[in-house]
């Protein structure tokens, strides 16, 4: 699996100093996308509305605001 690229900026251009907070957004190779977050499945799960659901082997993951609004720009279209 080979990530292309990552959209928006690097963690430390954000104002995270290590490893230890550190949400990100990746392009994989295939065009799907990998993110980076805090996993907050067993939170989220069971307020989600009732057309969508999670799958056991599929997570929920939380990344900030800020993470997302820099990652905008390098968001293909349609």
Do not use: W
Request: one cysteine or more.
């Amino acid at each position: 699996m080979k990530i292309e690229r990552r959209l928006g900026v690097p963690p430390t251009a954000r104002g995270s100093y290590s490893a230890q907070n550190c949400p990100d957004i990746f392009e994989l190779g295939d065009g799907r996308f990998a993110v980076i977050g805090t996993d907050m499945t067993v939170d989220i799960k069971p307020h989600l509305p009732p057309d969508a659901g999670c799958a056991d082997y599929e997570r929920i993951v939380v990344i900030t605001r800020e993470t997302l609004l820099y990652a905008k720009n390098d968001i293909p279209d349609v």
